[in-house]
């Protein structure tokens, strides 16, 4: 059985589906999407793009509806959302990263349900189920992180 794992089918989905985000100046701004646990450093990251998607690592429980159905294993995936606001010389702010937080969650719920049911073998359904947000302050960079969570349920097993 040769099947993408769910996280890679999860990452090919949002970044083929989440189209164009712009920032507050009404340009396209640029997208970061890497896996959890890369070398990155969050400081320099933002010199090369407006806003950073990681995936991380699943959860996942198995489950057993009614009328005694194969068991289904029910995995959430965490995707983490980084926005910072970025100043322009001069100009301003080119986005805050509140406002992009609400664009790329928008975006996402749009790009996830493109492909939440499959019928290829095995089948899955996935569906954006909970969002959690957060705002801190590192060294004199105000982060704001929203991580939303994908359930892809399929009948593995």
Known sequence: MATTDPRTT???TVDANLGVITNDAGGASTVLSIWEGG????????TICHVLLTF?????????PIQDVPV??????????TTV?????????????????YK???????????????VGVPAFTMRLVEDVASHKRIGGLDVW????????ETDYG
């Open 56 to 64: 991380g690592e699943p959860r996942s429980r198995a489950i057993r």
């Open 145 to 152: 992180q929203a991580t939303h969570y994908v359930e892809y």
């Open 72 to 81: 289904h294993y029910l995995m959430r995936y965490p995707i983490t959302v």
């Open 39 to 46: 070398p990155e450093t969050l400081k320099y990251l933002f």
């Open 10 to 12: 999860i990452k090919n």
């Open 104 to 118: 790329v969650t928008y975006a996402l719920r749009a790009a996830i349900p493109v492909t939440a049911q499959s």
């Open 85 to 101: 606001n970025i100043p322009l010389t001069g100009v301003g702010l080119t986005h805050t990263a509140a406002r992009m937080q």
